[in-house]
């Protein structure tokens, strides 16, 4: 799975505030939000003529350390398989920028941030926050950084979704975009899975109303949250190939306590997840989720209008929550708007989850594709040369 | 979907009580638990030589009141559309059985049940239960009906494993056996949903290991679990049907009040469950399936040796909780045993709702193979003579 290349080494999280009241950010609700603060880093130097600069947006889950290592830890940033000297994004060519998204809990202005107003954590008094407002935040602090237009915007599900608002809230400050197992629009069954993890989360008697800041947190229903997440970030063939039905018994057998591997994983996935993550800001980020709708006030056609970057759409064959007709029809928005667009299918077990670990191919299919969308804006559909073991297909 | 026939009028609940201590009834895990009662419901008359008795087996929050209306109330059984004179079970031929499963909450020794040892309920105190044990206690029911040999034994989802066991069993005591969208063995995703489930019962802090009765219910968790199950029952796109991106708005929009209507259903659903239903035997029956697999001491060709009944297995398309390639199994069982077995699967976009609403399809099927399961042992294979909506095939 791996595809080579080195490390970017050690780096450090910067932060970038801006949006002070009482003019702050305007968000989408109406109301404002400032002073807001997004946590970044950097990876590779930007040019002199500041045209290299590729703007990576992470999941859910996800933070501004996408690669590298921080000082004195040894797990590297959660995309450092794909950033790096001589890596997909190389960083020898490009530099590489991550923030933390609005909303979030690694840095930037989230529910667990001071309110000004009143010295307390905000907790549910931040107001509603849409995908549209994070990407907001994030253009200013590519602005920040004196770079009028990024060479790509790249990111996967929810990193995806920021990549599509890019397109349409952004198009003449992007030259490419690749949205990665994402969609247009949340469906049903995506809103119904992460309602589940909103109510797991607010049915924890320590949520007390989103105020639990300074007592006892919500952790059990955290946990259970992440858990439902886990199962639909995997496949059906991906838990039979990685647990089958393999027994890891603690405690008396059969009396719910961990009987199978796959219990015993879903509960360390849920336990380490408590650790690092805010439970009021999974409800803030779920929820921008799941009103993310680009088809809401735009039909098909519409939706990509005048955009000039070129985008390479990418899917999993075996993802069953951002499913693969999902991203053809990302596809058919692009090609309806006459827009340059290329669609790869990756036949992968993984499920959702293939994102981050389907590595040489994802490698393979974006070098290509930055390198022609520098080198020229009309070159060839990139996901149509790549290697045999990946079943690409130009959808129109 | 409905198929016609009529209402098997009023009916009562009646209870079966056996296995009194000391000898109690032996359980799988070497234990064994007595006295135990089976809540249990019949309809339709059995003849005189006590041949035309078919036994339904309910699923996960099932329970005896399948057909029917109580004294009072003005929702019938669970399986009324299958089950009355002229229906796909019909009453005025067949006599039907069912009965609430062994650690059942719905009249059957379960979990909430009092503990002859103690005075009160068991909690976790009832031994572990195996889909196994359930079918054992139901033998017991269907010997003191006078019954030596079942026409049918018919079922979906769990019920459709207690059809398997029954299959394994008792192979000397069916005629006939129809499991519907199941498995011969939990898969670790199925496990995984399972085990949220669990895990959302067990961090609700009113559970207290169980030992809730008399006190305030587990109720939130038993809520978030039902609505994980929930989800799993439809599909992607019965979902899309039924919701699309519908607002329901009730609260402050985006304050993780209800916005969509997928939420509303979800909670409505979670929220009438509880009123229902008792979290330990959410446990102990979430457990028995995860713990079910006739392949566990079998090779694949050994499961149904020796079995003479013919068996009809269905399968819905858009069942992605128990997927059609896990029926294809149960049917290659068959044949590797040299057992009469027919596959249909429906092309149903309802997902493992299906086996509860695809009544049309499912009475053409259940009433052509039953009536040729008792006029011959060695008639035509039933699926494929049906009507052209269904796409049935035979598996070998």
Chains 1, 2 share one sequence.
Request: aromatic share 10%; glycine share 12%.
């Amino acid at each position: 799975m791996t595809a080579g290349g080195g490390s970017v080494g050690p780096v450090e999280t910067r932060f970038f505030t801006f949006a002070e009241p009482p003019t702050g950010l305007p968000l989408e609700c109406g109301r404002s939000l400032g002073p807001v603060t997004l946590a970044y880093e950097t990876y590779g130097s930007l040019n002199p003529e500041r045209s290299n600069a590729v703007l990576v947006l992470h999941a859910l889950s996800g933070d501004a350390h996408a690669a590298g290592l921080h000082d004195g830890e040894k797990t590297p940033g959660w995309w450092d398989d794909m950033i790096g000297p001589g890596k997909g994004l190389d960083t020898e060519k490009y530099f590489v920028i991550c923030s933390n998204v609005l909303g979030g809990c690694k840095g930037s202005t989230g529910p667990a941030s001071t309110n000004p107003r009143t010295g307390r954590p905000y907790g549910l008094e931040l107001p509603v926050l849409t995908i549209k407002d994070m990407v907001d935040a994030q253009s200013r602090l590519v602005e920040s950084l004196g770079i009028k237009k990024l060479l790509a915007v790249v990111g996967g599900s929810m990193g995806g979704m920021q990549v599509l608002q890019w397109m349409v809230s952004y198009p003449d400050r992007i030259r490419a975009a690749i949205p990665i197992a994402t969609t247009l629009k949340h469906a049903p069954q995506q809103i119904a899975f992460d309602e589940v993890g909103r109510q797991a989360i607010m049915a924890d008697s320590n949520w007390k109303e989103g105020e639990y800041y300074g007592g006892p947190l919500p952790s059990k229903g955290l946990a259970v949250a992440r858990m439902v997440g886990h199962i639909t970030y995997m496949s059906d063939a991906s838990m039979a190939e990685k647990f089958g039905r393999r027994l890891k018994s603690e405690g008396e057998p059969g009396k719910f306590g961990t009987d199978f591997e796959v219990e015993g994983y879903l509960r360390y996935r849920g336990d380490s997840f408590v650790k690092r993550f805010d439970a009021n800001s999974y409800l803030y980020i779920t929820k921008a989720m799941d009103n993310f709708d680009l088809l809401a006030e735009r039909r098909l056609a519409e939706v990509f209008r005048g955009l000039r970057a070129r985008v390479l759409v990418i899917a999993f064959k075996s993802d069953w929550l951002y499913p693969a007709y999902q991203s053809k029809e990302i596809v058919k928005a692009c090609k309806l708007a006459g827009v340059d667009a290329s669609y790869c299918e990756i036949d992968s077990t993984y499920g959702h989850d293939a994102f981050l670990l389907e590595v040489e191919e994802e490698t393979h299919l974006i070098q290509h594709f930055l390198r022609t969308a520098t080198e020229n804006g009309h070159g060839a559909r990139e996901g149509e040369r790549v290697s045999d073991e990946i079943r690409a297909q130009n959808h129109t």
